[in-house]
């Protein structure tokens, strides 16, 4: 019986220096909640229009309408409940955008991209301005 090949990027025992350096990008690539806090704080709490009070006002209320995703009010709900300021919610994300962008640098590594080309990747978008 024919073992099945390794599909290309998965991590294998056969390539363990690619592995040990997909997990230091994970964790580099991580390390991008660095820029993202000082945008975070930058722009504490966070921009809010009439359409983000509305919903989380909806969340703070219990109550949903049509109007916003029922399961995105429910997000904010239960993440307001630690800290009910529009800032927690933000905070969330960008913790979540951090964890994503390491995520796609270990990817990246994995997939044969040498690891200061992934990793710079990742801090580039967290730096820019528009994330």
């Known amino acids: 019986m024919n073992a099945s090949p390794v599909p290309p990027?998965?991590?294998s025992a056969a390539n363990p220096?690619?592995?040990r350096r997909a997990d230091l990008a994970l964790l580099l690539g991580a390390l991008t909640i660095l820029p993202l806090l000082?945008?975070?704080?930058?722009?504490?709490?966070?921009?809010?229009t009439s359409d983000s009070i509305d919903q989380l006002g909806q969340a703070d209320r219990f109550e949903f309408s049509n109007f916003h995703p029922a399961s995105h009010t429910i997000t904010l709900w239960a993440v307001t409940r630690v800290w009910n300021n529009p800032a927690a919610v933000t905070l969330v994300q960008a913790i979540a955008m951090a964890g994503l962008l390491g995520l796609t640098a270990r990817r990246l590594?994995?997939?044969?991209?040498?690891?200061?080309?992934?990793?710079?990747?990742v801090w580039l978008a967290a730096i820019l301005p528009n994330t």
């Not at 994995?110 to 992934?118: D, E, F, M, N």
């Open 38 to 48: 000082v945008w975070w704080l930058g722009w504490f709490p966070g921009f809010l």
């Open 9 to 11: 990027g998965s991590a």
């Open 17 to 19: 220096t690619r592995d």
């Open 109 to 121: 590594v994995r997939l044969g991209v040498h690891i200061a080309l992934a990793v710079g990747a």
